[in-house]
């Protein structure tokens, strides 16, 4: 989110429906007091949220990429996470967390997809960034949609991107950073989707169509990615 704090995100959350706003019309749309409000959308501006042509105030360049993961209301929306089974000899690469969710759990390399990324762009810099390997992308081979709760009550959602790699450098291991066969993974505490993807999914291959819609002058056309 743009900052934690709740009246930001409710000014922010007006320009999800406008293009462009004057200060009177933040003001009756959050009704939040103008010797306040005046000091938040400077504070915006500074920050370089929004910006001022005139007497419309309008979100820069660099925040128009936010909107579309703002979410409408107080709830949170998935994550999408590329995860990487990288391949050697019959073993596969495994982490061991730092971070919640799943702290201290062994699991695949994974972390988010950038805005402007490709699965495949993704997939190689998160296994260069956690384990220092480049690697050969090989496949998307599953996508899975899941729910994490904790104590039954739910704390994030991912859409998984299970991808498949191989290593085109040598790494040496570390504590936190393993080459593991398919045998010694019932021995180890892992996340349950990482291993039923490694033992479910590792040989399958899906479509996964990624395209850009380019708009100019009022149209829009789409291209496909390869």
């Known amino acids: 989110m743009i900052s934690k704090n709740r009246k930001i995100n ?28 005046a000091y938040l959308i400077k504070r915006m501006v500074s920050d370089g949220i929004l910006k001022k042509e005139d007497d419309f105030y309008f979100v820069t360049s660099k925040y128009e990429k936010q909107i579309p993961l703002f979410p409408e209301g107080s709830e949170t ?48 810099r998160v296994l260069k960034e956690k384990t220092f390997i480049d690697g050969k992308f090989i496949s998307i081979n599953a996508v899975l949609h899941e729910h994490y709760s904790e104590n039954k009550e739910l704390k994030n959602a991912f859409i998984l991107f299970f991808t ?54 009022g149209s829009m056309k789409i291209r496909f990615l390869d």
């Open 77 to 124: 929306v998935p994550l999408p996470v590329v995860l990487v089974a990288c391949i050697k000899k019959e073993k596969i690469l495994l982490i061991k967390r730092k971070k919640r969710a799943y702290k201290d759990c062994w699991s695949l390399p994974g972390g988010r997809i950038e805005t402007g990324e490709t699965i495949k762009k993704a997939a190689l």
């Open 164 to 217: 498949k790699a191989i290593p085109v450098n040598e790494i040496k291991e570390k504590d936190d950073v393993k080459w593991l066969g398919k045998s010694q993974l019932k021995g180890i505490k892992i996340i349950p989707s990482d291993l039923w993807l490694i033992q479910k999914k590792l040989n399958s291959r899906v479509e996964v169509k990624e395209e850009v819609i380019e708009e100019s002058g």
């Open 10 to 37: 409710e000014i922010f959350r007006q320009f999800l429906y406008a293009e462009k706003l004057k200060f009177n019309e933040i003001e009756k749309k959050t009704g939040i007091r103008s010797n306040e409000l």
